[in-house]
């Protein structure tokens, strides 16, 4: 509440020939018109925070000045402030902050920054006692640092391809002079992982995913049947396309590396339907992947387009 002399702020109180020092009233300061924060404790020292993070109130500062002073504690490079502070006491009072997960694929070390900032008509004493503002080390202080990420981005290399198709049965047709396939088509697939790495660890591949198109159409239908792997992951139930085999157990590079997916591919309905060619691919995905915060790149993951022609 400004206390003012026409538009002028009261420069001194007197009681007589004495200045009073401030006049309230109720609880409310009237004189003078600025409040002053004097000093504070900063982040009391704290370094070497952990980096799974922590909310608002686990750490505080301590911050001296007159009630009714307003303030804000403003965070930066992961630590959490408030704003909207008010001293409710006289002298030292405390205000908790929290800092933030640094658990980001391969985040370096960081040092947290804590600051405060006076405001309405509240001031910083100069000098500001205590901790530096903001306090992030300097002044013969311990940087307050907070450790590096424990999940560090592991690269795994993948190296499959796939065998000639093994012709079992081709039926076509001439559509305007073209070749095209028909119902009675049989190929068996035949797919090699290879030697599959990790740059920085032993997890594998999260997810195999191959398909052959066409699988469905007006007048046209195909099955996929005989799937089978030789590291023993659960065969996909689904159509002729998008078959899916997720890494289970045998997640690791080593269990996975030169293995092998086989299924066969037949053209039960070409009535509406021929196609001129039939194509697969093969993908990989990190699904599937626990530990390591999830920090895993898989290259390449997608595997060239392959054809077949009638």
Known sequence: MPTNLAENALAALKVGNDNVAAAYVGNSQIFPNVTELTSWTGQNGEYNYPNSGAAVGTFSTSITGPAGATFDLVGTNGAIGQSGLVKA??????????????????????????????????????????????DAGGSGNQPALQYGSPYATQTI?????????????????????????AAGTIYDFTFNTG????????????????????????????????????????????GATDLYYSGGNNITAANQSNKSFTWRYEITDSSGYQPSSITYRNYYYDTGLTGNGGCYTITPNIGPGNYIYP
């Not at 370096?108 to 920054?113: A, D, G, K, W, Y």
């Not at 290399?157 to 396939?181: D, Q, W, Y």
């Not at 191959?210 to 996929?224: C, D, K, L, S, Y």
């Open 89 to 134: 006491v006289d002298g030292a009072e405390s205000f908790g902050y929290g800092v933030s997960a640094n658990t980001a694929c391969d985040a370096p070390q960081r040092t947290i920054s804590l600051g405060i900032t006076p405001t309405g008509n509240t001031t910083l004493a100069s000098p500001f006692g205590g901790r530096p503002n903001p």
């Open 195 to 238: 030697t599959i790495t990790n740059s920085s660890g032993t997890k594998g591949v999260g997810v195999y995913n191959f398909t052959v198109q066409p699988t469905g159409a007006a007048g046209f239908a195909a099955t996929v049947s005989n799937r089978n792997n030789t590291m023993g992951l659960n065969n996909p139930t689904g």
């Open 157 to 181: 290399t993948t190296s499959g391809s796939f065998a000639t198709p093994t012709e079992i049965n081709k039926v076509t047709v001439n559509v305007g002079g073209s070749l095209r396939f």
